[in-house]
C-alpha cells in the first residue's frame, strides 16, 4: 500500500498499519521523502539566462551549461549493482537544488564577468524573457 502522507490523520494511519501487520507474513515498509522535481519555468529561465550570456559573451549555450555544471552543480552519487558512480547534472535536481544553483550562476556572473541575470520579480523580467527564450 503506497499513500502520501500530507496530515496527522496520514501519519496515524500509516503507524496504524505497521503495529497492525502480521508478523508471520513478510511485509516491506519504506519511508520517501517526496522531492519536487525542477519546474519548467525554472528550466526555461535558465535557458534564457544562458542565451543572454552567449549574446553579451559569445560564449555557446552548451559549453555554458558544461561549464556551470563543473563549477556549481552537487555531485549526486548513484549505487548500481555495487558500483558506485558521480555524476553532476542538472536533470537530477530538484526543484530547491535548482533554485540554489541558478542562484550561485546569477552571483557569479554579477560579480566576476558584470553580467545581471534577471529573474521574476525584477521589474523589467518580461522584456528580457520574451527576448532571450
Not at 13 to 18: C, D, H, P
Not at 32 to 38: A, E, L, P, S
Not at 47 to 54: G, K, M, T
Request: glycine share 2%; proline share 3%; charged share 35%.
Amino acid at each position: 500500500m503506497k499513500f502520501p502522507i500530507l496530515t496527522e490523520h496520514d501519519k496515524k494511519k500509516a503507524i496504524e498499519l505497521v503495529e497492525n501487520c502480521d508478523l508471520k507474513k513478510e511485509h516491506f515498509f519504506e519511508l520517501k521523502k517526496i522531492y519536487k522535481k525542477r519546474s519548467t519555468a525554472q528550466n526555461a529561465l535558465y535557458w534564457a539566462w544562458l542565451n543572454y550570456i552567449y549574446e553579451e559573451t559569445g560564449n555557446d549555450q552548451y559549453f555554458m551549461h558544461e561549464w556551470f555544471k563543473k563549477k556549481f552543480c552537487p555531485p549526486k552519487t548513484k549505487k548500481f549493482n555495487g558500483v558506485k558512480i558521480t555524476v553532476k547534472s542538472t536533470k537530477l535536481l530538484n526543484k530547491k537544488e535548482k533554485a540554489e544553483y541558478m542562484e550561485k550562476i546569477k552571483i557569479f556572473m554579477r560579480e566576476e564577468a558584470e553580467i545581471y541575470l534577471l529573474s521574476k520579480s525584477d521589474p523589467l523580467f518580461h522584456i528580457f524573457y520574451e527576448q532571450y527564450k
